[in-house]
């Protein structure tokens, strides 16, 4: 797969010019432990789509960290892989360390409508620009995503940057917007 490099709206550093490989973020032991995680929350997965998944929410935590004014969201099967990667408390702390920044996850309740495709079409392309060609099986609306995983949520931040990844600084929650 060739990275395409297309700046999201208010990027924070310059597009990559290469692929990056979510993987190379942890250790392969780090990397197998979440893995498993993702297998124990979901009985009948096979092990290649939760490895599949354990690298799409490395790479969506490494692209939240990168462009943090950036209103982005998950899928519920990548919000599998930053779920389990969020029970590994430690190397959580240490790959957001590693990443520059905390990169807080604020639950949200299912609700109906809550895919919206705009959110996503800007979240693959903010992944693209920080390096990570997305894994757009795992990425499907829900019309068309066939893979059953525990996370059944479609984030869906609200203008002004509330949402899974800044919740509280918007207008509608006392915020300026600006990461303050």
């Not at 979901?42 to 209103?71: C, D, K, L, Q, W």
């Not at 990425?139 to 899974?164: F, L, N, Y």
């Amino acid at each position: 797969m060739a990275c395409k490099n297309i700046p999201p709206e208010n990027p924070a550093p310059p597009p990559v010019a290469t692929c990056r490989n979510a993987r190379d973020l942890v250790t392969v032991g780090e990397f197998a432990r979440v893995r498993r995680t993702v297998l124990g929350n979901n009985p009948g997965m096979t092990p290649e789509m939760a490895e599949r998944i354990t690298a799409e929410g490395i790479a969506f935590v490494a692209t939240a960290a990168a462009y943090p004014t950036t209103s982005i969201s998950p899928s519920p099967v990548v919000d599998e892989g930053w779920h389990a990667l969020i029970l590994h408390t430690r190397l959580y702390a240490k790959l957001c360390a590693s990443l520059g920044g905390f990169v807080h996850h604020y639950p949200q309740q299912p609700e109906d409508g809550g895919f919206d495709a705009d959110i996503i079409e800007r979240t693959l392309d903010t992944m693209r620009a920080t390096g990570f060609e997305p894994d757009l099986e795992l990425w499907r609306g829900p019309a068309e995503q066939d893979i059953d995983v525990t996370a059944i949520t479609w984030h869906t931040p609200m203008p002004g940057g509330c949402g899974p990844i800044n919740p509280g600084n918007c207008a509608t929650h006392g915020g300026g917007g600006d990461g303050e």
